[in-house]
């Protein structure tokens, strides 16, 4: 319970704030005190809003692109430049890119479930970096090795990296919660330098860069269709969601509620590194959406993770595809890979998460 | 923390000696004895005169750097390898300083000015200003002009990121560094968005100005450099025994009639440009001070300023010239020691969370 006590005393400071009136409405459990908005108001609207974004992705791009262009093909039904370059490439793309916003926000909130923290994300835990080690590795011994081994490897590499990185913060206390953060920053960090040296070593460092940056501007139809895995594991993640939002408790309730605590946890890192190691394969590693989603989401809908994973997914999809369509269009013709956004996005709403939130004591 | 270093050290210093003597006891007794005795007055005298030490492997570096692999073309080879000798001292005595005054400054000895984002933000600058003024100014301004502009930008963006860090959450440090670590990110991640947005001339500007390679040094650059070197070492050197009494804490400080106010400003001062004197030579490195100043305080006899000043000055210079000296000639790496280094130093980093953490525990 000690674990909570950050997000209580969050909720705590903020409950002054005029629109928190559920806290004296006194729903009496402490993951429904902070709803306000109804779930399916936010979902409706976060689904609308992606449903423009998806509009507007569509629309952009440096080819000549005409939405009556497509109405007359599909009038005559004839294929024509129009409708093949919206299956080619502008499906696909847009397709990646909100699988890709699901599968981060998604693993995000998870493994802030699983190790009771707000403040880390798949690439705070190592699992982005070791997941694009693993990749490197593979890639160098056996370069023919078949697409699914190597994100077989890559994911194992993810699973042993969080497994490493849960082993050095098992002895740090729980109530620090900014701790465990850091010690993800660095010893990603680590990693990275550890990649970064083989690259360096083998002339891979091209190679390496595409893992290590974020970026759509490769995707074609035929180039991302693994990340379809990722919608798979968000549905499950959904199925045990309530296992989850449980083993997030604490130890004491889960075990009470007889739910094995390893067992979940475990499911759920295998989860996170699987989802980590699909986009840092097709995509390339996107920072922070895992970090800022899910703290978003929680703050509006409370922890309670059948209720808010669509939330987070359909808000993750959202981010990624906004801050894609101004990477496409903030330089235009040009394109400014979608994790360089991101990185000053996330970073800055990171911060005002950081320095919002109150003091240890 | 400080002072338990100190402990420590003396610890591990005579339980080698003791192991050292079991080890050979079983085989001549008398000889070993007095064998022992030797090696035990030795160790002694090295821990007595760790400046000596350090000056003495410093010179043998140093001469090993200039000489080893010359075949024959001297007048070739010393006045290009003395370029790069000076370059890397500069360096070594930049970073290590810089460190250590920013410790004593913040009380604290896991902290660098390149870990709360210090030389991030010189990058940054850096693209900014061409940014705004456009490559061909930009190139066409006076070295000396430019660099006084670059350091008073540089000294103000520091202390507004000072403030900002050190007032809300100084009491919460790991709050602190986390926020630090944060920003860096941020200012990385802008950087990153404006090579993006400016056009690829201005690019390589923004480069060559952000990440000149010791290979390349710039003579002018390093003129510069080894002048602001000397200016702060006066500086620095007159306020060594203000920097002792600063140790013991802000009001302490005040107490004993320090002019609190004048000497952070002034040390702020003098970090904020041996900063952006560092990153101007090689480019951000995060760890290095670190490690560097970990080794000083465990070598250190005292924590006096008179004698750590000069042992980290010499300690970063031994780890960067022996360093590129064994990767450069003896490993036939060029580009490695950096990387060596980020790794090492962020081990580094973790120990000694880790060693705070159980020791506030």
Known sequence: MSLFSPRTHARLKSSTAPSVSSWQSGTGNVLHRRTVIPPWFINTASLILMGLLVLLSLSIGVADFSWSGILQSLLTQSANSDSSLLLVSRIPRTIAIILTGIAMAVAGMIIQVVLKNRFVEPSMVGATQSAALGLLVVSLLFPASALIVKMGVATIAAVFGMMLFMLLIHRIPPTDFLMIPLIGIVFGGIIEAVTTFIAYQTESLQMLSVWQFGDFSGVLAGRYELLWLTGGLCVLAYIIADKLTIVGLGDNIALNLGISKRQVTWIGVGMVAMMSAVVVVTVGMIPFIGLVVPNIVSRLMGDKLRRSLPAVALLGASAVLLCDIIGRSIRYPFEVPVATIFGVVGTVLFLWLLLRAPAEQ | ?361
């Open chain 2, 1 to 361: 923390m400080f002072s338990s270093t100190k402990l420590t050290s003396t610890k591990t210093g005579t339980t080698n000696t003791s192991t050292a003597v079991d080890n050979s006891s079983s085989t001549d007794d008398q000889y070993s004895a007095a064998a022992q005795g030797q090696l035990a007055k030795l160790w002694a005298w090295i821990a007595e005169h760790p400046k000596s030490i350090a000056a003495i492997v410093l010179l043998i570096s140093m001469t090993l750097f200039m000489t080893l692999n010359v075949n024959g073309y001297w007048d070739f080879a010393l006045p290009l390898r003395g370029k790069k000798l000076l370059a890397l001292m500069v360096v070594g005595y930049a970073i290590g300083v810089s460190t250590l005054l920013f410790q004593t400054l913040t009380h604290n000895p896991i902290l660098t000015p390149s870990l709360l984002g210090f030389d991030s933000l010189y990058v940054l600058l850096q693209s900014l200003l061409v940014f705004f003024l456009g490559a061909i100014s930009f190139t066409s301004i006076d070295p000396l002009a430019k660099f006084t502009l670059e350091i008073v930008l540089m000294f103000g963006a520091s202390l507004l990121l000072f403030k900002l860090l050190f007032s809300k959450s100084s009491q919460d440090l790991t709050r602190l560094i986390l926020v630090g670590v944060i920003f860096g990110v941020l200012f990385r991640s802008l950087s990153a968005l404006i090579a993006r947005l400016i056009n690829p001339d201005d690019f390589v500007v923004v480069q060559s100005a952000s990440y000149a390679q010791f290979n390349t040094v710039n003579p002018q650059l390093l003129g510069i450099s080894l002048f602001i070197c000397v200016i702060t070492a006066i500086f620095v050197w007159r306020w060594r025994y203000q920097c002792d009494v600063l140790m013991l804490g802000q009001a302490q400080a005040v107490n004993l009639g320090i002019n609190y106010q004048r000497l952070a400003f002034g040390l702020l001062t003098v970090i904020a440009v041996l900063v952006a004197t560092a990153t101007a030579l090689v480019g951000p490195v995060t760890f290095f001070g670190l490690l560097v100043c970990a080794l000083t305080n465990r070598i250190a006899r005292h924590m006096y300023h008179t004698e750590r000043l000069i042992l980290v000055s010499l300690v970063a210079m031994i780890c960067l010239v022996l360093g590129q000296t064994i990767f450069e000639q003896v490993l036939d790496m060029a580009g490695v020691l950096s990387v060596v280094i980020e790794l090492a130093g962020g081990l580094m980093f973790l120990a000694l969370i880790f060693m705070s953490q159980r020791r506030s525990l």
